[in-house]
């Protein structure tokens, strides 16, 4: 059942490859003609490009490496720093440089897949009859449009059809691509790599770009490991073995055969293997298979984006729960915006699944070569696999990442210019967030005193103390909230309890029950609160008070105020970074969304002291 659910999440996006992959490798920027030899050599190409980088590479090698059940290049990067405290590791600016970049990629697939996935599939509309062809463009919109607009409802309801509705396509692929197998069945020769090496040779500097379209096959392939935590990595690797992977190599096959016998039928192989009276329905399975792939790509966008916010490298966003069984089905309404907007502009600018098929591809594969330098440090460091042993396997992936990479990036002025600058901008976003942040703790920490000298300050002459708990939260665990230095600077009270709160991002998807919460009391009425919450988790002070009471901390909600303090940046002669990047973080600032609605903080019990930071 697991296997099932599997095929409905995890294998959408290169499910669909076969709408658009064969066809870009012979009609694409840089296409081959067509003939008997290129068309066995390309496929000799797509079928080794799916046993070594999806099922070698990712289902044996780089799913191994889960972070506490966790994938994706995020925890990835999470699992590769982490060290036994006190050691530090050398690497960790350039680790954190590739994982941030690769997360950063990730978002330009989320725009893309949509795009071209749902373009292949309505273009097959215009294979049936040209009378179609004009309202190509308005009913992908129309498509996309609703696809983004029932995010809000959650993927629960719909989730329930997705594994026996990617059953059927992928039960559909193999059928079309037998249908014409058994007419050409010399097309089998292809599955020797030998024809893959002799393609290069009559080929050569032309035959390498090809590779460019071929990476379109594997498309898919982070999908699998950034989904491992919701379904584990042996129901993945059974869908892939099972049912995925020969119906992927059948219907390539097939629209191969059908090159070998019509070499026009290369502008759109895919709808040809169908006859006629299936075309139509076959458009309709193809628009859904399609919606699933891009369904999985933007719920990958949202937990990545609250991975990075818990990280801290993303202002906090606002993060509605669509199921209340499932803590890993969210929806992010910003974001969701966002890239509602990048979707229909990608569709408007390039036009057709054809020229979009241009700038897909160079993301992957960056993707694809920074997992593979992470997944050697996490053997190395963290498994203890000799350099002997990991640097030649890693070796050979990366020359297959690298070859890749060079092909898609001669497409780089036909459109992959578009996945990197988007990558560069939210890699910007991202780091100067997390620097301004450290900025502005750095002065916050200088400007705040030991709570041992606060306590010592009081003297004979403590402050009046009124009943009912005060919780502050700061970002410190060690020094005195700002908070509260106004709160005594200005009403010259403390409460009879106040609670120190931190609350710790950790570098883990989740943190264990037990260890969420640690409650120490200390003198005067004050106890400290340390709340650490994994990358996969959202902080609720809710369940943060909940946890509390548990461990022996007593107060009364209604009795209970949170003070929360609110810095108002102010730029300098000599900032910490650079002016343009300091007005990005102000920026920035002013629209992250409140703590009082992030940490779900009841509203009506909130004081907010303002203060001035100069950064």
Not at 24 to 30: R, W
Not at 296 to 311: E, W
Not at 483 to 501: F, G, P, R, S
Request: proline share 6%; aromatic share 8%.
């Amino acid at each position: 059942m697991l296997a099932l659910s599997a095929l409905g999440i995890v294998y959408g996006d290169i499910g669909t490859s076969p709408l658009y992959a064969l066809r870009e490798c012979f009609t694409g920027v840089h296409g081959v003609t067509p003939t008997p030899a290129n068309v066995l050599g390309v496929l000799s190409l797509i079928v080794w490009s799916l046993i070594i980088v999806v099922s070698v590479k990712y289902l044996i090698f780089v799913m191994r490496a889960d972070n506490r059940g966790e994938g994706g290049i995020l925890a990835l990067m999470a699992l590769a720093m982490q060290r036994p405290r006190g050691q530090s590791h050398r690497a960790r600016p350039v680790l954190i440089t590739l994982g941030l970049f690769g997360a950063a990629l990730i978002y330009g697939d989320g725009v893309i897949t949509p795009a071209i996935s749902v373009l292949s599939a309505v273009e097959g509309l215009s294979v049936a009859t040209p009378v179609f062809e004009p309202y190509v463009i308005p009913i992908s919109l129309v498509i996309l449009l609703l696809l983004f607009m029932v995010q809000r409802k959650g993927t629960a309801g719909i989730g329930a059809v997705f594994g026996p509705l990617m059953t059927l396509w992928f039960l559909t692929l193999a059928v079309l691509g037998v249908k014409e197998l058994v007419h050409n069945p010399s097309v089998l020769w292809s599955l020797s790599p030998l024809h893959g090496a002799h393609f290069f040779i009559e080929n050569g500097w032309h035959g390498f770009l090809v590779l460019g379209a071929v990476i379109l096959v594997v498309t898919g392939g982070e999908a699998l490991y950034a989904d491992m935590g919701h379904f584990g990595a042996g129901p993945i690797r059974r869908a892939w073995f099972m049912l995925v992977l020969p119906s992927l190599v059948l219907n390539y096959l097939g629209q191969g055969a059908l090159l070998l016998r019509h070499a026009e039928a290369a502008r759109n192989p895919f709808f040809l293997l169908a006859p006629s009276w299936a075309l139509y329905p076959l458009v309709a399975l193809s628009t859904a298979a399609a919606v699933i792939a891009s369904q999985a790509l933007i719920s990958g966008s949202f937990s990545t984006t609250r991975q990075a916010m818990q990280l801290g490298y993303s202002p906090r966003m606002e993060v509605v729960h669509t199921s209340a069984e499932e803590m890993g089905q969210i929806y992010l309404p910003g974001l969701n915006g966002a890239l509602l907007v990048g979707v229909i502009a990608l569709v408007l600018g390039f036009g057709s699944s054809s020229r979009l098929a241009a700038a897909y591809g160079i993301a992957v594969t960056t993707t694809m070569g920074i997992t593979t330098m992470l997944a050697y440090v996490v053997a190395r460091e963290r498994w203890g696999v000799r350099r002997a042993v990991a640097l030649p396997i890693a070796s050979v992936f990366m020359l297959v990442d690298l070859a890749f990479f060079g092909a898609n990036s001669a497409k780089i002025p036909d459109g992959g210019w578009f996945p990197l600058l988007l990558a560069v901008c939210i890699f910007t976003l991202m780091t100067t967030w997390k620097r301004g942040r450290e900025i502005l703790a750095g002065k916050l920490r200088a400007a705040s005193l030991s709570l041992k000298d606060l306590l010592g300050s009081f003297g004979d002459h403590p402050p009046v103390r009124v009943p009912g708990t005060a919780i502050f939260m700061t970002g410190n665990p060690e020094g005195t909230p700002p908070a509260l230095l106004h709160n005594l600077k200005h009403n010259k009270v403390l409460h009879e309890q106040v609670v120190l709160l931190t609350i710790i991002p950790e570098e883990i998807p989740h943190v264990v029950a037990g260890e969420r919460v640690e409650v120490e009391p200390m003198e005067q009425g004050f106890v400290r609160v340390v709340a650490r919450y994994g990358f996969m988790e959202n902080p609720s002070i809710p369940d943060i008070l909940k946890r509390c009471r548990e461990k022996g901390l007593q107060f009364q909600l209604m009795g209970t105020s949170f003070f929360l303090g609110r810095e108002t940046l102010i730029p300098t002669k000599k900032p910490g970074m650079a002016a343009w990047r300091e007005a990005l973080f102000t920026w920035m600032s002013r629209n992250a969304r409140s703590a009082t609605a992030y940490f779900r903080i009841p509203p009506n019990r909130v004081v907010e002291l303002g203060s001035q930071v100069e950064l």
